[in-house]
Each structure stands twice: as C-alpha cells, then as structure tokens.
C-alpha cells in the first residue's frame, strides 16, 4: 500500500490532497503542486491526465520543492502507484519496432546500455518481471519511463520521442 500527498505550496504548506491508488485526473483535487510527500510505495507522476505527458518517478521521501526538483511546470495531473514486485526481473529490448531484430535481455540494472549492448537504440520491449525505468542516458539521468509487465511494440507505446535509451534500473522499494 502506498501514500502520497500533494501540497499546493512549497515546503508541505497550504491545501494539499492524499491519494492511496492510481488517479488517472487529478485536477479537480487541486490546482497546483509545489510540494509532495510520500510517504510510503513508490508512484509515476504525469503533467496530463491519463498517466500521459511528462513522468516523474519518486518514492518515499519529502519533495519540498517539486517544481524546482523535476523542472516541470508544477501540474501534477495524474499519479499511479507503482506496486510492490518480489521476484525476479526481466526485460527483453530489441532492435526494430514490433520485437523485431537482436533482441538483448536483461535481469539486472544497466548504467550504460552502449558499454553493454554497444547500441543505444531500442525501438521495442518486452517487460517479462518485475516494473524497470528506462532513462535516455546513461547512469540513470534524463528523462525516464515507467515501464511494468507487458509489450511496447514502439518507443511511442513507453512516452518515449526517440528510440535511443542510455540506462535501465529496476524498481524496487529501497
């Protein structure tokens, strides 16, 4: 079970919103969104409704300053939590769209897909176990992608502009 809260000031002031679950339009529950806590799981946020648009991953902790920290416009629109997974990870990334081409897998974090694979450019995956985020650059920076179990035949289908990613982590509650 997880719990986050949204403040609409920084530093956890003003009115702010619990949710417990996945809320696919949270514009009704408030306006803005300076501040967040979490205060247990792990969840994606997304600056649209419908777990679209830009994502941010956070997990426990406080984020006095949401704005600053993921340099967003501080809408926070939808939220979906991020369940608990104990077990074994894999995830399978291929070269053309539709699982096409070499396929290369993994059941571990990888800081460089290019020191790895000597490519960065995946067009497809498949999430066999476990939830992993997928970042456009190495050593887990940039823009990431929540990915859970299931096929994304086109970078398209993970948010993503571009085929070429950097690193990959599995989600775990640390």
Request: charged share 25%.
């Amino acid at each position: 079970m997880g719990k986050i809260i949204f403040y609409e000031d920084r530093n956890f002031e003003g009115r702010h919103y619990e949710c417990m679950s996945d809320c696919a339009d949270l514009h009704s529950m408030f306006e803005r969104c300076r501040s967040i806590r979490v205060e247990s799981g792990m969840f994606m946020i997304y600056d649209r409704p419908g777990y679209t648009g830009n994502q941010y991953f956070v997990r426990r902790g406080d984020y006095s300053d949401y704005m600053g920290m993921a340099g967003l416009n501080g809408c926070v629109r939808s939220c979906r939590m991020i369940p608990m997974h104990h077990g074994s990870y894999k995830v399978r990334l291929y070269e053309h769209f539709d699982m096409g081409g070499e396929m290369m897998e993994l059941t571990n974090d990888c800081p460089n897909l290019m020191d790895r694979f000597h490519s960065s450019n995946f067009n497809s995956c498949t999430v066999m176990d476990g939830h992993w985020l997928m970042y456009e650059q190495p050593n887990y920076r940039g823009r990431h992608f929540y990915l859970k179990p299931g096929q994304y035949k086109s970078f398209s289908d993970w948010n993503g502009n571009n085929s070429r990613i950097g690193s990959i982590k599995r989600l775990k509650d640390l």
